[in-house]
């Protein structure tokens, strides 16, 4: 990564000698630089943060504007005061931004002493209230938290105040002033001058002061790092996020202990070789560290005693490591799984060995994922903490599955292929597994269930969502890909926490009964059962149909009278009616209209076309605001499928008064026509970025074309869109003419772009 810190240092320098000579050689006062400029590492966007320190002279506001005026005529921000050192002293003792400023401040020009006697006066203070201000500077710190996310996780976050940002640091600095706690490790220093430097490229290369790295600027800002792309920059910021959010947690955690009643230090052995002190695990005298298993042992037993590592213990493990023998011994593969099968109390434990690099030298091939950024909205985490947090998951299911132990670490392993290689990450994710699995000393037939569970991790969420199951070559597709009941059931348990693992977009309630279904299906084929038989539609779906042979049925759910959209509610629409084609795209044509955005649709059809029922079942939200009335959607379904309301021409009428606007760039769409997903039917997958009215167009494309849709499952995950149709021709056939097929490709893309 380039550096800019001489060209910061520069610009320190020349505003320095500037701002000294505005105020030349006048006595009883001294200007003070505080914030990024008292710290040598003003950004080009950066303020200029100044204190004028006087001695009561009356004529100080004179002075003041003889230095502000030629600051503002040069066009830069600036934040100032003027203050005596008893006034200065009186507002850091209720200003805690004043006081993180002053306690680091530095003379530019004037009188020294004044400058010092400020900064000394504020810093006893500051000691000597520590143990009521630090609890308040910590509530502050926890609500920017709350309010701005983590760094290392977000997409486009603030590098100066997200958790894990450069304030942090400087909170920090604040929180060792008060001798409350030890100096962090000089990782920590790194880390900030890496996110210094990103500061820097990114205001350089927008000309603007703002901090929040967005999506449309990263891969700018990693060529002026000399990055090989926003990818890149995001690995790096996550490196360094989270190497200064794990010293925050550490120094807040020692603030706690600083700030608690006085209590009596003493050891409680909580494992072998290990006991609990002042709130941390740390090594007992005479531990075994040359137990190759001690770093993993120490981890386990933090983990199930709710309890962080001690630094100091971690450092001296990491110290001491030597390695393990391959294959593993049974000590330490035991020691992993019960770490993994600790939950969530794994995660900031394995952050601790992975901030003291003991992770990287126990399993090489974590380097594959660490810290790696997925660049998409759906995923809330990088591939590496998904992993855990995927494993946390499992550890709340293994009372489901006969081989727990294959379950956590299959769920820790499932993504090891998303390593940037460009490859299927599951194909991948599969050979890098048989080897992990094999030197962690697991036997010959468990690496090969878990380099199956790796391989197929998405089979049954995406066999769930995108394929028929009434279409018996989906279950035999199943069958021939899991082969025993044992990767089955470790499937349906990893498919469930990775979505959990992966963020809200990724799970609901539709998908869950799908892969219930077809596990049960599957399940039911492995065991030589008779295939259970095609659902029909419900009694209850049936007594709808009764108003010209179309029923609809529309409910939404309200929290405290605003639109649920966190909170899992949301509007669902129930279509029975005689089947035809048309049926599926004037439907959602009529959703667009009332400015519904589809988040699933479900259809099947019950009987031959023309002479059956098909049911549809929508769920939608409204793009923005409250939802329509029911009653208006209802009325308009069913005058669209009685031929009374003209929905193409409306939606065009619509589509042209919308003004667009420039955004980010999106992939282009992409149709593929899955061969061997059906016999009896041709699967068309369309993946595209979301848009109003998108399956009213592609449905209609399809209806063009001649095809009708037997059954389509549509799924938005995020800002995309994954939607797959079974269409067959007028015969009923699949649809195998690749002229007619080009066509149906070649329109779907040009009417999405």
Not at 39 to 52: C, I, K, N
Not at 79 to 87: G, I, L, P
Not at 146 to 171: I, N, P, Q, T
């Amino acid at each position: 990564m380039l550096s800019f810190a001489t060209e910061r240092a520069a610009r320190v320098a020349e505003l320095d000698e500037w701002l000294a000579d505005l105020v030349g050689d006048t006595e009883g006062v001294a200007l003070v630089a505080v914030g990024s400029l008292g710290r040598r590492d003003l950004t080009p966007g950066g303020d200029l943060d100044l204190v004028l320190v006087h001695e009561g002279r009356e004529d100080v506001a004179e002075l003041a504007e003889k230095i502000w005026y030629p600051v503002w005529d040069r066009g830069l921000k600036l934040d100032h005061s003027v203050r005596t050192v008893a006034e200065a002293r009186a507002v850091a003792a209720e200003d805690l931004k004043a006081v993180l400023g002053l306690l680091y401040g530095r003379c530019l020009a004037g009188d020294g002493r004044l400058a010092d006697e400020v900064r000394s006066k504020v810093l006893a203070d500051w000691r000597a209230s520590a143990k009521t201000r630090l609890p308040e500077l910590r509530d502050l710190t926890v609500e920017r938290w709350d309010h701005l996310g983590e760094l290392a996780f977000l997409l486009e976050g603030d590098v100066k105040d997200a958790r894990g940002g450069l304030r942090d640091v400087h909170v920090m600095q604040a929180v060792v002033a008060t001798w409350a706690v030890p100096e962090p490790s000089p990782r920590v220093r790194a880390a900030y001058d890496t996110l210094l430097e990103i500061r820097h490229a990114l205001h350089k290369r927008t000309g603007r002061a703002a901090d929040r790295l967005l999506l449309q600027e990263q891969d700018g800002v990693a060529e002026e790092l000399g990055l090989a792309d926003g990818f890149e920059l995001l690995g790096a910021v996550a490196g360094a996020a989270r190497t200064i959010s794990y010293a925050a947690d550490t120094v807040w955690r020692n603030v706690e202990r600083f700030c608690a009643p006085p209590a009596r230090r003493e050891r409680r052995p909580i494992a072998d070789g290990l006991v609990e002190y002042q709130g941390e695990v740390v090594l007992a005298r005479g531990a075994d560290l040359t137990d190759p298993s001690m770093p993993l042992r120490a981890a386990a037993a933090s983990a199930h005693a709710g309890l962080p590592l001690a630094p100091a213990t971690l450092d001296q493990l990491a110290r001491s490591f030597r390695g393990l023998p391959v294959p593993w011994p049974e000590a330490a593969r035991t020691a992993l799984v019960s770490l993994l099968g600790a939950g969530a109390a794994a995660i900031p434990v394995w952050e601790g060995l992975d901030q003291a690099g003991l992770v990287v030298r126990m399993i090489p091939d974590w380097t594959r994922v660490r810290n790696r950024p997925q660049r998409n909205a759906v995923h809330k985490w990088t591939v590496d903490r998904h992993l855990m947090e995927a494993a946390a998951g499992a550890a709340a299911r293994t009372r489901d599955v006969s081989r727990p132990d294959l379950l956590l670490v299959g769920a820790f392993l499932h993504d090891i292929g998303k390593d940037g290689s460009g490859r299927d990450h599951s194909e991948a994710g599969a050979e890098y597994t048989r080897e992990i699995a094999a030197y962690l000393g697991f036997p010959s037939e468990d690496v090969e269930v878990l380099e199956a569970v790796v391989l197929h991790h998405l089979l049954l969420p995406d066999t769930a969502t995108r394929r028929d199951l009434d279409d018996p070559l989906t279950i035999e597709t199943v069958v021939k890909a899991v082969k025993t009941p044992l990767v089955l059931e470790l499937l349906h348990a990893i498919a469930v926490v990775d979505a959990g693992a992966t963020g809200p977009a990724a799970w609901g309630g539709w998908k869950a009964r799908l892969i219930d279904e077809l596990v049960r299906r599957t399940a039911a084929a492995l065991r030589g059962d008779e295939p259970p038989r095609t659902p029909a539609p419900s009694s209850a779906q049936l007594a709808l149909a009764r108003h010209d042979g179309v029923a609809v049925r529309v409910s939404s759910t309200a929290v405290r009278g605003t639109w649920a959209r966190h909170t899992g509610g949301a509007l669902s629409v129930t279509i029975v009616a005689w089947d035809r084609p048309g049926l599926l795209w004037q439907a959602a044509g009529v959703l667009a209209l009332h400015r519904l955005v589809l988040r699933t649709a479900r259809t099947f059809s019950h009987g031959d076309v023309g002479g059956g029922n098909a049911v549809i079942e929508f769920t939608a939200q409204p793009e923005f605001g409250s939802p329509p009335e029911p009653a208006s959607i209802e009325a308009d379904l069913r005058r669209a499928l009685a031929g009374r309301l003209d929905v193409a021409d409306r939606l065009e009428k619509r589509a042209r008064s919308v003004r667009t606007r420039p955004g980010v760039p999106v992939a282009p769409p992409k149709v593929t026509f899955v061969e061997e997903a059906s016999s009896t039917a041709t699967v068309v997958e369309v993946r595209a970025h979301d848009r109003p009215g998108l399956l009213w167009r592609i449905g209609r494309i399809l209806g063009d074309c001649g095809l009708h849709i037997r059954a389509a499952k549509i799924d938005t995950l995020g800002s995309e869109v994954v939607d797959v149709f079974y269409v067959v021709g007028h015969d009923g056939r699949p649809v195998t003419d690749p002229v007619l097929l080009a066509e149906i490709e070649e329109d779907i893309v040009e009417a999405l772009s």
